[in-house]
T-cell receptor, first 117, second 114 residues
Framework: AQKVTQAQTEISVVEKEDVTLDCVYETRDTTYYLFWYKQPPSGELVFLIRRNSFDEQNEISGRYSWNFQKSTSSFNFTITASQVVDSAVYFCALSEDLYNQGGKLIFGQGTELSVKP | DSGVTQTPKHLITATGQRVTLRCSPRSGDLSVYWYQQSLDQGLQFLIQYYNGEERAKGNILERFSAQQFPDLHSELNLSSLELGDSALYFC?????????????FGPGTRLTVT
């Protein structure tokens, strides 16, 4: 069965600290996609990144970076030099490539990040 | 702004009532998804439509139904409402029917059942 686990429920850091949000997934499919979404206090869900299972190359976008490791079924998200505006709930999600599954996202429980000035 | 619109933003209603939530996908997107976010269940997939047809079903109650119209907007109908149906309901859209495309989410409809 498919499952996404974000073991960290809440993380609190001080501005400018680096922080890593963990994500572990389970799937029997060989082709799948992993996502991170941000949910700021205003409530909307903002797409951050998508990776497919064949591409283990790490990705960096500004202060954000993602580490995908198939060997440990993990897709971790690091924010470098955190800022107060990074305070939000971050969700990791999995989508499989099966016709009868459509494109549904399976979400983790989310990690609430609080960045204090 | 994701380009996905949802109305209404807030909805307060009583138990036993029926409500309709509306979603317009991003221009060009054929898939519409509905998700429910609640404190106890987290973010859960309800149902997906692709180009007017039901594509995948998740943990959607029999009291809930959805459809996608020829202009690709979608409606989620919730009937015989219970207190436990209070939640944030999101609509998302993507260009394709399968898991390879990112989904862009609307701002959500917050439903409160009293």
């Amino acid at each position: 069965a498919q499952k996404v686990t974000q073991a960290q429920t809440e993380i609190s850091v001080v501005e400018k600290e680096d922080v890593t949000l963990d994500c572990v997934y389970e799937t029997r499919d060989t082709t799948y996609y992993l996502f991170w979404y941000k949910q700021p206090p205003s409530g909307e869900l903002v797409f951050l990144i998508r990776r497919n299972s064949f591409d283990e190359q790490n990705e960096i976008s500004g202060r954000y970076s993602w580490n995908f490791q198939k060997s440990t079924s993990s897709f971790n998200f690091t924010i470098t030099a955190s800022q107060v505006v990074d305070s939000a709930v971050y969700f990791c999600a999995l989508s499989e490539d099966l016709y009868n599954q459509g494109g549904k996202l399976i979400f983790g429980q989310g990690t609430e990040l609080s960045v204090k000035p | 702004d994701s380009g996905v619109t949802q109305t209404p933003k807030h909805l307060i209603t009583a138990t036993g009532q029926r409500v309709t939530l509306r979603c317009s996908p991003r221009s060009g997107d054929l898939s519409v998804y509905w998700y429910q976010q609640s404190l106890d269940q987290g973010l859960q997939f309800l149902i997906q439509y692709y180009n007017g047809e039901e594509r995948a079903k998740g943990n959607i109650l029999e009291r809930f139904s959805a459809q996608q119209f020829p202009d690709l907007h979608s409606e989620l109908n919730l009937s015989s409402l219970e207190l436990g149906d209070s939640a944030l309901y999101f609509c998302a859209s993507s260009p394709r029917s399968m898991g390879s495309a990112e989904q862009y989410f609307g701002p959500g409809t917050r439903l409160t059942v009293t």
